[in-house]
């Protein structure tokens, strides 16, 4: 028997190493303007941190994937310490952990590393920072800095090109540059890619009387724009794309997901228990903020105190467990442990509507070749959601699943072509047809 092999620790160029080198004070820099130095010196911190670590990671990626001729290749994933729950992963969720229970409970604690953000925020919205602009505009940054991670490392896929390049664009047109355009009109600071039932208050009667009300014109623009996405967008562009059109190219969510998180996806658990929890937890998501909502509209036409406490005490558990809980601290902090598209898997009322369209309405699937699948295993390691996709690819059969995201990672890591993600007419969508070889042997032939 031959020895186990020892898995070394890869062997880094020298750009890398610059990249790295780089990278870290730009990250110390943060960090000491956040124990203080920041609101005393707020854009030289700001700029010099930021500068380090964009050019430190744009060094660090180029000379990993732009060095190599195209391709994935996804070397020690499955034992290097960052993304197979190793330390570096476990310490890296913590401090992940960490940063969204301080800015939802206790922001003081940031009170000078959001006074880095400062200068930002007078310069696009007229007025000094505060803890949300600080997170859009991390959340942003990261999306830019890791998305341009991502077109590097698929480069050979134009449809990962096109899909990284749409969510680059969304977080930044949609949700950090038109808000901040907004406020900066003193008009009401929406980011106009989240909408009912993920914005959860989009639809609420006092939101909606406050748009109605105010005397800026752009609200009433705001309002009808929810209201269209949310009762027409949504079923028809559905239909036409399944809720890839939104869960992979414009929800911030899902983008920081597939930037961010590319590192953790093939950590989601792909066990039929995980599949069950699922499927109770994310429609259970999506009926609270269908009960809460009309609980709301029925207080607000009729009144009753009964109706009234109901109501605040649904907004109160839905915005502190659902919305800070589970969409930040667990759907995000825990990528390095449970995979990334926690949220959008388990718990996001807006990816529950959209499967449901998907399911049984769309002209999306997934088509497998079965014939020429070699059970590599590779579409189902990666699948962030994680879906079982060889056994569907084994078969033979279309892949048409609430919960697929049309990410297309499963297609782009398949060595064989053996997955093809298209749209098609309804009908023989859901194709059931085991291989003709299987069929041999079923009829004794």
Known sequence: MSPPQKHT???????????????????????????????????????????????GSFLYFSAAYLSAPAG???????????????????????????????????????????????????????????????????????IIIMGARALMKYRHSRYQIVRTCAVIFSQFVFAFLIPSILAAFNEPEKYVNYFWPLSYKDLFPSNVNYLLNFEGAISKFLLAWTILLTFAGTPVLTFFFGKRWYCSWICGCGGLANTLGDPWRQLSSKTLASWKIERYSIYSVLSLIVITTAILWLNHLFGGELLGQLSGGFIRFYGFAIGMIFAGVIGTGLYPIFGTRVWCRFGCPQAALLGIIQRFFSRFRITTNGAQCMSCGNCSTYCEMGIDVRWYAQRGQNIVRASCVGCGMCSAVCPRGVLNLENGPLAGRIKSDALPLIKSFKSGI
């Not at 401090?95 to 000078?112: D, K």
């Open 9 to 55: 620790q890869p062997v880094r160029s020298r750009s890398q190493r610059i990249g790295l080198l780089l990278f870290f004070p730009g990250f110390i820099i943060a960090l000491i303007g956040a124990l203080g130095a920041g609101s005393i010196y707020p854009k030289l911190f700001f700029l010099a941190s930021l500068c380090f670590i964009t050019i």
């Open 72 to 142: 994935i290749r996804n070397n020690r994933i499955m034992f290097a310490s960052l993304s197979s729950r190793g330390s570096i992963g476990v310490i890296i969720a913590l401090f992940f952990i960490a940063f969204y229970i301080l800015m939802y409970w206790f922001p003081f604690y940031l009170e000078h590393f959001i006074a880095m953000f400062h200068p930002l925020s007078r310069m696009l919205r007229g007025k000094p920072a505060e803890q949300y602009f600080m997170y859009g505009s991390l959340y942003t940054f990261t």
